[in-house]
């Protein structure tokens, strides 16, 4: 066999990523992954390195850019430290059901068991956090790998897959002709699962029998690219649709049907009424977890008749009892459920809610809401915040909001008047600085929207090393810090929770405008509320990146909607 008939494992890794159809890679270099980086540095491929300053925010950007873009987020980092510090990315993803790659490079194959610094086992290590896993033992096994993690990432319930490449696989020949790979891989879901015709015709059965039917939506259909099937359906039964924080976006939220979130963390009291009236709750995409139903009380077990369909058949039956369970993609599903149902009907059915129970609700929630949001009370509260950028930002705006303070308030009031994925916050683990890589991630997905990433100070100290691939790249990113120097989430439940014990939850004020300056942003910091909306005014419209310090009302003081507290 010829030179020219072989290739270099990390030429071979490089082209099977080219062979999917990806176009950036979020990453960070290391000893482990010379070879992987010279070939990319010498190869035509196409491809846009990102190169990060953490390789967990490596993980957060692929994240974020596979959610905007419905292709796989692809991250890498070299062994040892590196293949840790990634972690926390690949298992928000996996959890999140997001195809995300991570390539992390290793000691050489025959370096193994001989305390070869940054050895550990990686397939062990990563494991348990992701969907598929493999950590590669020759160089001709290396097309292979791929084609396997990119058909499980995105077949079934996506999910994140990890690969391990060692050094010595990068330099080790192979043969060229192995190297070929299906394209349509590369985007998710790729392989759909259409449902049974039995559990179509029960489910069709079920809604049309149910007096106040009721639709609750997590991240599946949005995955799916089921908003059309989503209100096509409710518009049929004049059936009310939540979402979980995930979700959000299924449904325009200025639809007449759209009931906005549920749950503890972004519900409200009113929504929740919505959903305590529905005789049938069909949850869709959507895991029924304790966020959702406030710990497995709204809807209460027994007192609605449950339809759920999940492409993950975990999840179908862990929570409550199905009267029917739907097997498969929520795409395929609803558009043969809505078929089906068409087929059945003659009229719309007369329901005795619908559009006014949700009218009402959003009468009662934005009432509350807007009261607060005239405030001009110091410092700053939240609710200002939020109604100041609901009128600054375009429908097609992307916001990627940190745990803490930013995500009850953005999911419960943040109206998003366009379906699809505008709103995202890593609701799997909630780890702290997610939001600025998320959002550099977002703008390479989406360049042509503005993307705004919103954090609580404790999570700017997370990530705000980041701010210099966001100067570097000159992306027009606008961050917003809500500044109340304190681990606020955690305050609040010492407060509601805890006689109000605070204990360990409050560090200094830092000074984020001048710590961005000093990283290149043009920024602000805004005390008094009659400033605040020509301050994002202006960072929203200047063409490079900008940061806006907001000194905010902690939350233990504030009225978030977060049902515990409120309570």
Same mark, same amino acid.
């Not at 290396?142 to 050094?167: K, Q, W």
């Not at 953005?410 to 995202?424: K, L, Q, V, W």
């Given at each position: 066999?010829?030179?020219?008939?072989?290739?270099?494992?990390?030429?071979?890794?490089?082209?099977?990523?080219?062979?999917?159809?990806?176009?950036?890679?979020?990453?960070?270099?290391?000893?482990?992954? @010379?070879?992987?980086?010279?070939?990319?540095?010498? !190869?035509?491929?196409?491809?846009?390195?990102?190169?990060?300053?953490?390789? $967990?925010?490596? &993980?957060?950007?692929?994240?974020?850019?596979?959610?905007?873009?419905?292709?796989?987020?692809?991250?890498?980092?070299?062994?040892?430290?590196?293949?840790?510090?990634?972690?926390?990315?690949?298992? +928000?993803?996996?959890?999140?059901?997001?195809?995300?790659?991570?390539?992390?490079?290793?000691?050489?194959?025959?370096?193994?068991? #001989?305390?070869?610094?940054?050895?550990? =086992?990686?397939?062990?290590?990563?494991?348990?956090?992701?969907?598929?896993? #493999?950590?590669?033992?020759?160089?001709? +096994?290396?097309?292979?790998?791929?084609?396997?993690?990119?058909?499980?990432?995105?077949?079934?319930?996506?999910?994140?897959?990890?690969?391990?490449?060692?050094?010595?696989?990068?330099?080790?020949?192979?043969?060229?002709?192995?190297?070929?790979?299906?394209?349509? !891989?590369?985007?998710?879901?790729?392989?759909?699962?259409?449902?049974?015709?039995?559990?179509?015709?029960?489910?069709?059965?079920?809604? @049309?029998?149910?007096?106040?039917?009721?639709?609750?939506?997590?991240?599946?259909?949005?995955?799916?690219?089921?908003?059309?099937?989503?209100?096509?359906?409710?518009?049929? !039964?004049?059936?009310?649709?939540?979402?979980?924080?995930?979700?959000?976006?299924?449904?325009?939220?200025?639809?007449?049907?759209?009931?906005?979130?549920?749950?503890?963390? *972004?519900?409200?009291?009113?929504?929740?009424?919505?959903?305590?009236?529905?005789?049938?709750?069909?949850?869709?995409?959507?895991?029924?977890?304790?966020?959702?139903?406030?710990?497995?009380?709204?809807?209460?077990?027994?007192?609605?008749?449950? @339809?759920?369909?999940?492409?993950?058949?975990?999840?179908?039956?862990?929570?409550?009892?199905?009267?029917?369970?739907?097997?498969?993609?929520?795409?395929?599903?609803?558009?043969?459920?809505?078929?089906?149902?068409?087929?059945?009907?003659?009229?719309?059915?007369?329901?005795?809610?619908?559009?006014?129970?949700?009218?009402?609700?959003?009468?009662?929630?934005?009432?509350?809401? =807007?009261?607060?949001?005239?405030?001009?009370? $110091?410092?700053?509260?939240?609710?200002?915040?939020? &109604?100041?950028?609901?009128?600054?930002?375009? =429908?097609?705006?992307?916001?990627?909001?940190?745990? *803490?303070?930013?995500?009850?308030?953005?999911?419960?009031?943040?109206?998003?008047?366009?379906?699809?994925?505008?709103?995202?916050?890593?609701?799997?683990?909630?780890?702290?600085?997610?939001?600025?890589?998320?959002?550099?991630?977002?703008?390479?997905?989406?360049?042509?929207?503005?993307?705004?990433?919103?954090?609580?100070?404790?999570?700017?100290?997370?990530?705000?090393?980041?701010?210099?691939?966001?100067?570097?790249? $000159?992306?027009?990113?606008?961050?917003?810090?809500?500044?109340?120097?304190?681990?606020?989430?955690?305050?609040?439940?010492? #407060?509601?929770?805890?006689?109000?014990?605070?204990?360990?939850?409050?560090?200094?004020?830092?000074?984020?405008?001048?710590?961005?300056?000093?990283?290149?942003?043009? &920024?602000?910091?805004? +005390?008094?509320?009659?400033?605040?909306?020509?301050?994002?005014?202006?960072?929203? +419209?200047?063409?490079?990146?900008?940061?806006?310090?907001?000194?905010?009302?902690?939350?233990?003081?504030?009225?978030?909607?977060?049902?515990?507290?409120?309570?």
């Amino acid at each position: 066999m010829s030179d020219s008939d072989q290739m270099s494992g990390g030429e071979a890794a490089v082209r099977m990523l080219q062979a999917h159809g990806v176009r950036h890679v979020f990453g960070l270099c290391g000893d482990t992954s @010379l070879p992987f980086y010279d070939a990319f540095a010498r !190869l035509d491929h196409g491809i846009a390195h990102i190169l990060t300053r953490d390789e $967990r925010h490596a &993980a957060y950007m692929a994240d974020c850019y596979a959610r905007v873009t419905g292709r796989v987020g692809v991250c890498e980092g070299p062994s040892g430290g590196g293949a840790t510090y990634i972690l926390p990315g690949v298992v +928000e993803a996996n959890e999140s059901s997001i195809p995300v790659l991570a390539i992390t490079t290793d000691i050489s194959v025959s370096s193994r068991g #001989k305390f070869t610094l940054t050895e550990l =086992d990686q397939e062990n290590l990563f494991r348990p956090l992701t969907k598929w896993n #493999k950590v590669i033992d020759r160089a001709d +096994e290396v097309p292979a790998v791929f084609r396997a993690a990119f058909r499980n990432m995105t077949s079934g319930r996506p999910g994140a897959a990890h690969i391990g490449l060692p050094f010595d696989v990068q330099r080790d020949p192979l043969p060229a002709a192995s190297v070929h790979a299906d394209p349509d !891989l590369g985007e998710f879901p790729s392989r759909r699962a259409g449902p049974n015709p039995e559990a179509i015709a029960q489910a069709a059965e079920a809604l @049309l029998s149910a007096r106040e039917p009721m639709f609750v939506c997590g991240g599946g259909p949005i995955i799916a690219g089921a908003e059309g099937e989503v209100v096509a359906i409710a518009e049929l !039964l004049e059936a009310p649709v939540a979402s979980t924080i995930s979700g959000h976006g299924v449904i325009a939220d200025d639809h007449p049907l759209a009931v906005g979130v549920v749950g503890s963390n *972004g519900g409200t009291v009113p929504t929740r009424e919505v959903l305590m009236g529905a005789d049938l709750v069909c949850f869709v995409g959507c895991r029924a977890g304790s966020v959702t139903t406030e710990r497995w009380r709204y809807p209460a077990p027994g007192k609605a008749r449950i @339809l759920h369909i999940d492409a993950d058949p975990a999840v179908l039956g862990a929570n409550y009892r199905p009267e029917v369970a739907l097997l498969g993609d929520a795409k395929l599903i609803l558009a043969a459920l809505l078929g089906e149902l068409k087929a059945r009907l003659k009229e719309t059915p007369k329901r005795a809610r619908g559009r006014a129970a949700v009218a009402a609700a959003r009468q009662a929630k934005f009432d509350a809401f =807007d009261e607060l949001a005239r405030s001009g009370e $110091r410092p700053i509260r939240p609710e200002r915040v939020v &109604a100041t950028m609901n009128r600054l930002l375009g =429908d097609d705006a992307v916001i990627v909001c940190d745990p *803490g303070t930013p995500c009850p308030y953005f999911s419960a009031y943040y109206r998003f008047n366009r379906p699809g994925r505008h709103f995202i916050s890593n609701r799997a683990h909630g780890a702290l600085g997610f939001s600025i890589p998320g959002a550099v991630g977002a703008h390479y997905g989406r360049p042509s929207a503005k993307v705004v990433s919103v954090m609580g100070d404790g999570s700017f100290g997370f990530a705000c090393g980041e701010f210099e691939t966001v100067v570097r790249h $000159r992306l027009p990113i606008t961050f917003v810090v809500f500044s109340n120097d304190c681990y606020g989430w955690i305050k609040a439940g010492q #407060k509601t929770g805890y006689q109000q014990r605070y204990f360990s939850v409050d560090f200094g004020r830092t000074e984020h405008a001048r710590v961005a300056e000093a990283f290149g942003l043009k &920024a602000w910091t805004v +005390e008094d509320p009659n400033a605040l909306e020509a301050t994002l005014k202006k960072a929203l +419209e200047d063409g490079g990146p900008t940061l806006v310090n907001v000194i905010a009302q902690p939350l233990h003081e504030a009225r978030a909607p977060v049902s515990e507290w409120v309570a």
